[in-house]
């Protein structure tokens, strides 16, 4: 069974940075390109960081891009996400989740997320 | 970016047929995929590539559409499909569509 359990997540104030960590099991970690995906309070869902398999290429919208690094640890099933200069737009849900199919561009498994609170 | 709209509400009665529609800002070819969020929970996927069912999702989910225009499709509704169905679009950077929201009456 493919389980994503995350972590990491919590309060912290705007400017600052904040690691959020993704355990997988269940599957052949290092075949699968991954994700964070986030969803704010009552909002709908947007697309944060993908890494390919090896983590030598990674992706981000231009939301994100420059202030948030996406990694991973193959050889500990894990995934990270390094946010930095953080700002209350950040806030939300943090899921990670496994692409389809090695690199098929959908989500086809999530966690069950981790909550990030920018405030002061 | 490409932006997906979804009608925000529906309301349906349990055995009757509904269909969500997912409108792309551009064309993503076949590049559309459908997930059911229920509350408290992460989403999870139901099609992918447009028309092609997940493993171990129930037959009464349908997806179909090209291009600019696509539809999500329950057939009979029950009760446990209450929920948020988000589109995701991945011709280019991902986006997703803002929900539907499906209560039942």
């Known amino acids: 069974e493919v389980q994503l359990v995350e972590s990491g997540g919590g309060l912290v104030q705007p400017g600052r940075s904040l690691k959020l960590s993704c355990a997988a099991s269940g599957f052949t970690f290092s075949n699968y390109y991954m994700a964070w995906v986030r969803q704010a309070p009552k909002k709908g869902l947007e697309w944060v960081a993908t890494i390919s398999t090896s983590g030598s290429r990674t992706y981000y919208p231009d939301s994100v891009k420059g202030r948030f690094t996406i990694s991973r640890d193959n050889a500990k099933s894990s995934l990270y996400l390094q946010m930095n200069s953080l700002k209350s737009e950040d806030t939300a849900t943090y899921y990670c989740?496994?692409?389809?199919?090695?690199?098929?561009?959908?989500?086809?498994?999530w966690g069950q997320g981790t909550l990030v609170t920018v405030s002061s | 970016d490409t932006v997906l709209t979804q009608s925000p509400a529906l309301a349906v009665s349990p055995g009757e047929r509904v269909t969500i529609s997912c409108r792309a800002s551009e064309s993503v070819s076949t590049g559309m995929h459908w997930y059911q969020q229920k509350p408290g929970q992460q989403p999870k996927l139901l099609i992918y590539?447009?028309?092609n069912l997940e493993s171990g999702v129930p037959a009464r989910f349908s997806g179909s559409g090209s291009g600019t225009d696509f539809t999500l499709t329950i057939d009979p509704v029950e009760a446990d499909d209450t929920a948020t169905y988000f589109c995701q679009q991945s011709w280019n950077d991902p986006t997703f569509g803002a929900g539907t929201k499906l209560e039942l009456k």
């Open positions: 590539g447009a028309s």
């Open positions: 989740a496994r692409h389809g199919a090695i690199a098929a561009p959908w989500f086809a498994y």
